[in-house]
T-cell receptor
Framework: DAGVTQSPTHLIKTRGQQVTLRCSPK?????VSWYQQALGQGPQFIFQ???????QRGNFPDRFSGHQFPNYSSELNVNALLLGDSALYLC??????????????FGQGTRLTVV | AQKVTQAQTEISVVEKEDVTLDCVYE???????LFWYKQPPSGELVFLIR??????QNEISGRYSWNFQKSTSSFNFTITASQVVDSAVYFC???????????FGKGTTLSVSS
């Protein structure tokens, strides 16, 4: 049973560019959350998707947007990249309505470097 | 506001030593959920434990144990007889009020040398 898979593993972009990160949730999970982890910091919640809709959003600007597909996979898009967007981006999958009873499973992340 | 504080940034121990990682949380909720995750160099967050606020029993899993004290808002994690494979960053987290997102502390980097 494949866990949460993210692609790509590493990415280097230039300031001002746009980037798309991808996530496939664990089999049986229908909810995907995205987190940003800056170097030396804990992960920070960006947003969560369920039934192809953004259900909750953290304190991130509109440059950060996402999408969820009918097969529950998800994309994170970041526009107009800034140097400060350099971070590890983690995807977590879970079952909607079962958060309190089911731990979230995390992928290995995408390391984004903005130069 | 909800917040998690891990005051220890880095801890270094020698194999077989016991080590405790501290976690202090803030929340106004009467029902809440606390977690510990391990992050090895590969980057993936590995779930270790989830604790409900209404269950104050301490928990032991092999060499790992957790001490939950509501009176001091602490949820500390102890590794007994540490091993080199325990070297990682450990995060304490609190589930937000909506139950949709984890609020993480800044993490504690544990280095275990042989």
């Amino acid at each position: 049973d494949a866990g949460v898979t993210q692609s790509p593993t590493h990415l280097i972009k230039t300031r001002g560019q746009q980037v798309t990160l991808r996530c496939s949730p664990k089999s049986g999970h229908d909810t995907v959350s995205w987190y940003q982890q800056a170097l030396g910091q804990g992960p920070q919640f960006i947003f969560q998707y369920y039934e192809e809709e953004e259900r909750q959003r953290g304190n991130f600007p509109d440059r950060f947007s996402g999408h969820q597909f009918p097969n529950y996979s998800s994309e994170l898009n970041v526009n107009a990249l800034l140097l400060g967007d350099s971070a590890l981006y983690l995807c977590a999958s879970s079952s909607w309505g079962a958060v309190h009873n089911t731990e979230a499973f995390f992928g290995q992340g995408t390391r984004l470097t903005v130069v | 506001a909800q917040k998690v504080t891990q005051a220890q940034t880095e801890i270094s121990v020698v194999e077989k030593e016991d080590v405790t990682l501290d976690c202090v949380y803030e929340t106004r909720d009467t029902t809440y959920y606390l977690f510990w995750y391990k992050q090895p160099p590969s980057g993936e967050l590995v779930f270790l434990i989830r604790r409900n606020s209404f269950d104050e029993q301490n928990e032991i899993s092999g060499r790992y144990s957790w001490n939950f004290q509501k009176s001091t808002s602490s949820f500390n994690f102890t590794i007994t007889a540490s091993q080199v494979v325990d070297s990682a960053v450990y995060f304490c987290a609190l589930l937000n009020q909506a139950g949709t997102a984890l609020i993480f502390g800044k993490g504690t980097t544990l280095s275990v040398s042989s």
